[in-house]
């Protein structure tokens, strides 16, 4: 049953698994690889996609149904999918539409990890890309599709350079080439923004984030808008819009339509053949996570915002990059698609560059070292020597990430005991 009508803090709570009369209150855990038919045709037509039902996990399990279709209803997508990490969503979402002799269009300024999933081991693959600044105007952003580009990718919020992307600009671009936004909306999760309603088609996250928030299990999931007209722009995406002989000639776009074509080819195809699932113990801790996020989020903002103003006005800080303070750059932004605050997590320069960011660092009591964010427990982090090692000094900076940035997510604690660590992590 659809919760459409209730708020998101009711679907963070009950959406996806709504049991029956008499049947498990939590949703239940199928620990089972496999699942038994009475007869060869039955099973035949789920072979055939001709019957919804489940064959083998490696594919689909119901534990993990149940909460995609959860964070299908709080992004306000028609279909979704989990995936065992959130680098395998955007491995998955990029190419599910993408294939050797594609481009893609992406934004310099997102998470290292995805940065070299797309320039390296995607080049690998023959598909290449062209990375634009967040910030270009309209018509460099124009300037960098060509006549394969097949697909545009941007986060958010980045991790950790904290840009806020401009949605809509993005959206806009794609769409006058004929060809989807993918939006990794990790750092604000739906509940401080939807990247759907300002005209993004796929939806990924890295689960392991905030969604899950208690750094219990790492996973990723993929939302399809369910708005990208594929069969429009045949020409472009032959996987979705031809026959699929794997499948006796079925046609994504035509069988599944609009709202489904996306994630049915992404599971029967890339789930079958590179089976990155997300296994169905993990979707049950996922699933914990997001009965809470509602309530979470709000809190890791106010604690962001409390350290990031704290550290702006502290003299050995060089700069502060938090959306929510007014100096930022990307404040305006902000207001528009984060009104309710963004995420957690400050990223900021220290006086003494690395060194100093090192010394820093090692006297911290509260806030562990950790390559991990959006956790109930305040991590930090140095990118340049950690998630971002592979990129060069000109990468870095291009992506806005200097040598010395410390990377900070502030957690569930109490604000005031957040600062009180910082500031003596701080004092000479
Ligand atoms: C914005 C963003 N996307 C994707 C990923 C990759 O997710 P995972 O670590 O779950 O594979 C991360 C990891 O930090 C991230 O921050």
Redesign the pocket.
Known sequence: MSLENYSLDTKCVQAGYRPGNGEPRQIPIVQSTTFKYDTSEDMGKLFDLEASGYFYTRLQNPTNDYVAAKIAELEGGTAAMLTS????A?FFALFNICEAGSHIVASSS??G??FNLIAVTLKKMGIEATFVSPDCTEEELDAAFQENTRAVFG?TIA?PALTVLDIEKFAKAAHSHGVPLIV?N??PTPVNCRPIEWGADIVTH????YMDGHGAA???ALVDSGKFDWMAHADKFPGLCTPDESYHGITYAEKFGKEGAFITKCTAQLMRDLGCIQSPQNAFLLNLGLESLHVRMPKHVENGQAVAEFLEAHPKVVKVNYPGLPSDRYHELAKKYLPNGGCGVVSFELAGGRAAAESFMKRLKIAAIETH?ADARTCCLNPATS?HRQMNDEQLEAAGIPAGLIRISCGLENKEDLIADLSQALAD
């Open positions: 990490s959130g680098q395998a955007n997102i998470y990890g995805t986060e991790n990794d990790t750092f890295s689960t392991t984030k790492v996973g990723g964010v998630t």
